[in-house]
């Protein structure tokens, strides 16, 4: 009685599994089965009320029940090229990184927070071409890091993620954007020091300790770069050193705090929950010009797409996603940093029920080929982590051997140690 393809409640589908999957049989096996056996098989006891009554004529035959029109997608022709040609002024800097910092700036959505994927890039290029810290972090840290401990306090109280400055976002939930501004910083997210904190709040302590006790180059760090409001302030200490406690003291807008090194690498983790990257545009171009230029940040990553996917039925939404916004916010980054190369990484398998059966979104392979091909024109390097992960139906193996979640979506972080060492490899082995 319930169509095959299940009944549609706007954006999502309601499904029921046939018979023939309730009752783990092939179609081979079920058309064997006759009704008497099938009945058999069944405690019909169980389904159907005493006092009810079968009407043997509202039952609807297969193929009378209109099936849901599949999507004709496009084909997409792809130049098999190596992108990474489009890095040369990355590789060159790093030729020169034991004299100078060679900053990484590494946006993402959710694939990258706690520091995922972006940790093994620093640690691996911190131990080849030097430097410490581990880049900028917001004022008030509300999600966790696997690199590093960070809280504040404001009158010796250590604040909730829900306490402290009001903060800001150019991504996420409409309600924490800034009122007709686009002050939000290279974070794209502003931690507001004003008459809102609580009576004596203007004394504002951010403590910052390891996560562990290794010495790892990225626990190390004699740099502070504070941005504000103000002309950021660069703290030099006398030392290396693990932990931190930086007092911060009257009524101005915070936009991060990096610990860094006058030296080597520094990458910087910035990911953003739900995006899909086509925020930057509402960022002041001043701001993300003035640092990409003054930390000589040679390389920007940008991984985003996976949070177009599970929403988008249409292939003619993914191509303007592709081909008219993301293009235009690459190019308002180059026009910010025109020092810098630019690498596009492309979203993961991921998998979604399609009768029954845990299976790639139809919708992803065609995203990550219109990916390839706009970075192509643009000139900008593209790593398919589609294909790294062993394309179609690569998630559900992942899934099973533990290196992604239940969701289909998300890594576990062994899952995210594997991608960033791919990452790593392919671009290092280039050079």
Same mark, same amino acid.
């Given at each position: 009685?319930?169509?095959?393809?299940?009944?549609?409640?706007?954006?999502?589908?309601?499904?029921?599994?046939?018979?023939?999957?309730?009752?783990?049989?092939?179609?081979?096996?079920?058309?064997?089965?006759?009704?008497?056996?099938?009945?058999?098989?069944?405690?019909?006891?169980?389904?159907?009320?005493?006092?009810?009554? =079968?009407?043997?004529?509202?039952? +609807?035959?297969?193929?009378?029940?209109?099936?849901?029109?599949?999507?004709?997608?496009?084909?997409?022709?792809?130049?098999?090229?190596?992108?990474?040609?489009?890095?040369?002024?990355?590789?060159?800097?790093?030729?020169?990184?034991?004299?100078?910092?060679? #900053?990484?700036?590494?946006?993402?959505?959710?694939?990258?927070?706690?520091?995922?994927?972006?940790?093994?890039?620093?640690?691996?290029?911190?131990?080849?071409?030097?430097?410490?810290?581990?880049?900028?972090?917001?004022?008030?840290?509300? &999600?966790?890091?696997?690199?590093? #401990?960070?809280?504040?306090?404001?009158?010796?109280?250590?604040?909730?993620?829900?306490?402290?400055?009001?903060?800001?976002?150019?991504?996420?939930?409409?309600?924490?954007?800034?009122?007709?501004?686009?002050?939000?910083?290279?974070?794209?997210?502003?931690?507001?020091?004003?008459?809102?904190?609580?009576?004596?709040?203007?004394?504002?302590?951010?403590?910052?300790?390891?996560?562990?006790?290794?010495?790892?180059?990225?626990?190390?760090?004699?740099?502070?770069?504070?941005?504000?409001?103000?002309?950021?302030?660069?703290? +030099?200490?006398? !030392?290396?050193?693990?932990?931190?406690?930086?007092?911060?003291?009257?009524?101005?807008?915070?936009?991060?705090?990096?610990?860094?090194?006058?030296?080597? +690498?520094?990458?910087?983790?910035?990911?953003?929950?739900?995006?899909?990257?086509?925020?930057?545009?509402?960022?002041?171009?001043?701001?993300?010009?003035?640092?990409?230029?003054?930390?000589?940040?040679?390389?920007?990553?940008?991984?985003?797409?996976?949070?177009?996917?599970?929403?988008?039925?249409?292939?003619?939404?993914?191509?303007?996603?592709?081909?008219?916004?993301?293009?235009?916010?690459?190019?308002?980054?180059?026009?910010?940093?025109?020092?810098?190369? &630019?690498?596009?990484?492309?979203?993961?398998?991921?998998?979604?029920?399609?009768?029954?059966?845990?299976?790639?979104?139809?919708?992803?392979?065609?995203?990550?080929?219109?990916?390839?091909?706009?970075?192509?024109?643009?000139? =900008?390097?593209?790593?398919?982590?589609? !294909?790294?992960?062993?394309?179609?139906?690569?998630?559900?193996?992942?899934?099973?051997?533990?290196?992604?979640?239940?969701?289909?979506?998300?890594?576990?972080?062994?899952?995210?140690?594997?991608?960033?060492?791919?990452?790593?490899?392919?671009?290092?082995?280039?050079?």
């Amino acid at each position: 009685m319930v169509p095959e393809d299940g009944f549609s409640i706007g954006k999502y589908t309601l499904r029921w599994p046939t018979l023939a999957e309730a009752l783990d049989l092939t179609n081979e096996e079920m058309m064997e089965l006759t009704s008497d056996s099938l009945l058999a098989a069944i405690d019909t006891t169980a389904l159907i009320p005493t006092d009810s009554v =079968i009407q043997q004529d509202t039952f +609807v035959a297969k193929d009378s029940v209109p099936k849901k029109p599949q999507p004709i997608i496009p084909e997409v022709n792809v130049v098999n090229t190596d992108s990474r040609a489009y890095m040369a002024a990355f590789y060159a800097a790093l030729d020169s990184a034991s004299t100078q910092p060679v #900053r990484v700036v590494h946006y993402g959505d959710s694939q990258i927070e706690e520091d995922r994927i972006t940790n093994v890039l620093r640690e691996r290029w911190q131990k080849q071409y030097g430097g410490g810290g581990v880049g900028l972090l917001p004022l008030h840290q509300t &999600i966790p890091t696997r690199t590093i #401990r960070q809280w504040l306090s404001i009158n010796g109280a250590v604040q909730t993620a829900q306490q402290g400055p009001k903060r800001y976002l150019v991504y996420g939930l409409r309600s924490m954007r800034l009122a007709d501004s686009d002050d939000y910083g290279v974070m794209g997210q502003v931690a507001v020091m004003d008459s809102t904190l609580v009576a004596g709040s203007e004394d504002i302590v951010m403590n910052i300790e390891p996560i562990d006790k290794k010495r790892k180059p990225h626990n190390y760090f004699n740099r502070v770069r504070v941005l504000t409001s103000l002309p950021d302030s660069l703290l +030099v200490l006398p !030392d290396s050193t693990t932990h931190y406690q930086l007092h911060l003291q009257g009524k101005k807008n915070v936009y991060g705090v990096s610990l860094e090194t006058p030296t080597g +690498v520094i990458v910087d983790n910035i990911p953003m929950r739900g995006c899909s990257g086509t925020i930057f545009t509402k960022i002041d171009s001043t701001q993300l010009s003035d640092f990409y230029r003054e930390t000589n940040t040679r390389l920007i990553i940008l991984q985003f797409g996976g949070n177009m996917i599970p929403q988008t039925e249409n292939p003619s939404t993914i191509s303007g996603y592709v081909r008219s916004t993301l293009r235009q916010q690459i190019r308002y980054i180059r026009a910010c940093a025109p020092q810098a190369s &630019i690498l596009f990484i492309g979203p993961s398998d991921m998998s979604t029920r399609i009768d029954g059966e845990m299976s790639t979104y139809q919708l992803l392979p065609y995203m990550d080929k219109l990916l390839k091909k706009m970075a192509e024109e643009e000139q =900008i390097a593209y790593w398919s982590m589609y !294909d790294a992960m062993g394309g179609k139906n690569s998630m559900v193996h992942w899934v099973e051997v533990g290196l992604a979640g239940s969701d289909y979506v998300h890594f576990t972080r062994s899952g995210a140690n594997k991608v960033g060492r791919m990452l790593h490899e392919w671009i290092d082995g280039y050079k």
